[in-house]
Each structure stands twice: as C-alpha cells, then as structure tokens.
C-alpha cells in the first residue's frame, strides 16, 4: 500500500490538468486582428506666411520685402511673434535650412526686432521643388 500511495498522489494531482491539443494554441474568437488604421496626412502649416523666401536661385534678394513686411506687421501689433521655418525637401538639406532661417532671423532683428519675439523652426516637405523660408505671424 506504501509503494501505490506516491502513485495514487501523481495522478490525483493532474486531475485538473486538460490534454494538449490544436485547441489549446488556437486563438479565441475575439481575438481577431484589427486593421490598422488609415494614416493621417503630414500638414505643415495651415497658416497662410506673411513671407515666403523661395530658394529656387542660391541668394534670392528678399530683405526689402521682409523689412516692408515686418514693418507692417509691427505697426498691426508691437509685440507681435515671428515664426521663421526653413522648410527643406529632406533632412539632409537641415543644416543649410538652419543657415537661411538664422539669416532671415537676424533680418528681422535689423527692423528691431528683439530676438525673444522670434522663434527659430525645421520641417520637411518631400514634394518642395526648393528649399523654403517661411515667416509666419503670431
């Protein structure tokens, strides 16, 4: 009777225990895969820019334009924000992009324009012809 008792003990022990089968990896029914969902378009900026500097030619003459621009933009409201975007066709082009913005930056800073009022940005846009700097108002 001592040599069925650890017997006996074993397969009580796997009386709660189910036998494997395809069922057992098989995945419940609620479990079906939802379809991703549709990807949402990139929008850059819905504003409409007080200047566009479009780099179609390596050194477009834009400063009477961006001057005549702040000027009216600051006579419209003293303190208002300029957002300047160098817009580029990839990253690769970032750290020219970053050259012109700083450039058009430091025109509007020639209207007197303190720096704090200026806020510096990088995107990309893969259908741009050019390279782009874009003064937006706030």
């Known amino acids: 009777m001592t040599r069925l008792m650890p017997v006996m003990m074993a397969l009580l022990s ?4 189910a036998l494997v ?12 895969a939802q379809p991703a969902p549709p990807p949402v378009p990139v929008v850059i900026d819905t504003r409409t820019p007080l200047v566009t500097i479009d780099y179609t030619i390596a050194s477009p003459d834009y ?3 961006l001057h005549y621009a702040v000027i009216a933009a600051e006579k ?3 303190d208002v924000q300029y957002d300047v975007l160098s817009v580029t066709k990839d990253a690769a082009d ?5 050259e012109r913005a700083t450039g058009v ?3 509007i800073m020639r209207d007197r324009v303190p720096a704090s009022r200026i806020h510096l940005g990088m995107r990309t846009d893969p259908t741009l012809a050019a390279s782009q700097v874009r003064v937006y108002v706030r």
């Open 94 to 98: 970032a750290p020219i992009g970053q």
């Open 105 to 107: 930056m430091k025109a």
């Open 21 to 32: 089968d395809q069922r057992t990896f098989a995945p419940a029914p609620e479990a079906k």
């Open 76 to 78: 419209r409201n003293a």
């Open 63 to 65: 400063a009477e334009l």
């Open 14 to 17: 796997f009386t709660g225990c």
